[in-house]
């Protein structure tokens, strides 16, 4: 496959900066590495949040984007799991950004990249990274500062009834990590699956697998006693997938009755009074991270099983034309909550 040696990317150019589409190198692929073209690239809230803050950027100009979807073009000596031509799905690292998805060729890891099945498109596939991979890392990933719960996985026989009848709570069912997570919770037998969203976004809610929806407007005083309403067995697991301090707080002290409460929206000092018994989750979503790639590779391998039998179900997506040039707008867009229960999605190749 004849691949080019120039590509076009987004680029931040500084802290809190404009973004440019320019001309740059197309990156070379290490032995355990695969060069993919990007066919999609989705847009998440922690791209308008580097460029605020700036974490994760070692220098500027800075190409940003961390899930994708595309064909792979070239492959390293040490790669067996896939070969050029395969369509695949991936997540970008933490730190290196040839890894990145504003672009038009990126690199990513031959045992971190999934094949897409044929009942999902290019654009739905580059809706699964942050999702799957943040959720899946958070319920069922090892125990690190960044790390997950270590729940039993549900492709494990003992996880298949390990959580059967035991209530969980999804704080903001409809978004990205929250979809994900209303889908492993399905999968490990949680029941009641109970989440927050709008009345919009109940039906979708639903047909994740939520047995039970509250409206996100109810505050967070009342909480309690709509999920008392729900269940009287205690909730043992709530997934906090927003970040809202008031709603953390309610929920971890008069909702957790035990075992853990995971918060992939924000930092765990939103919590006040944290006790001994009620442990505090803070996952990164990055499949390449050391402590959890072990992890990230099995969990990885399993993703096209899931979403070919429907049992991952990946985001609605709104296509974005104008390729690379339409990530701005979009990303303002979700800075400014102006996405819904949908991934917005570009194609890189469409850059003009
Ligand atoms: N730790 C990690 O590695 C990691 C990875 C990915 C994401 N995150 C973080 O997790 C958060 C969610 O990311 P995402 O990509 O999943 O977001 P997203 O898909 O952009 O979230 C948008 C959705 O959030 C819902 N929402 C907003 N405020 C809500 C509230 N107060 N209660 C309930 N639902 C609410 C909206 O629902 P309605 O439109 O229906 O109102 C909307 O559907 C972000 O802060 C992101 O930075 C962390």
Known sequence: MSVPTTQKALFLQGLKGD?????????????????????ASGLNPVDWKIRELGFT??????????????????VGDNVTQVKVGDK?????????????????????????VAKIPDNITFDQAAAVNAGFATAGIALYGP?????GAALLPPWQEEGKTEYANHPILIVGGSSTVGQAAIQYAKLSGFFPIITTVSPSNTALALSLGATHTIDRSTPASSLPSAVAAITSTPISVIFDTIGNSDVQNVTYDDVLKEGKVF??????SNIKNPVEGK????????????????????LWQRIAGYLASGDFKPNRVEYLPGGLASVPDGLERLKHGKVSGQKLVVRPTETV
């Open 19 to 39: 973004w440019a589409v320019e001309s740059t190198s197309v990156p070379e692929p290490s032995a355990d590495q695969v060069l993919v073209r990007v066919e």
């Open 57 to 74: 950027i070692s220098s500027y100009p800075a190409i940003l984007g961390f899930d994708g979807s595309g064909v792979v073009v070239k």
């Open 143 to 147: 125990k690190h500062s960044t790390g």
């Open 263 to 268: 918060i992939a929206g924000s930092s765990p």
């Open 279 to 298: 442990e505090i989750i803070r996952p990164a979503g990055f499949l390449n991270d050391a402590p959890h790639r072990s992890f990230a590779v099995d």
């Open 88 to 112: 695949v799905l991936f997540g970008a690292d933490r730190a290196d950004t040839s890894t990145r998805t504003f672009q038009q060729y990126a690199l990513a890891f031959g045992d971190l």
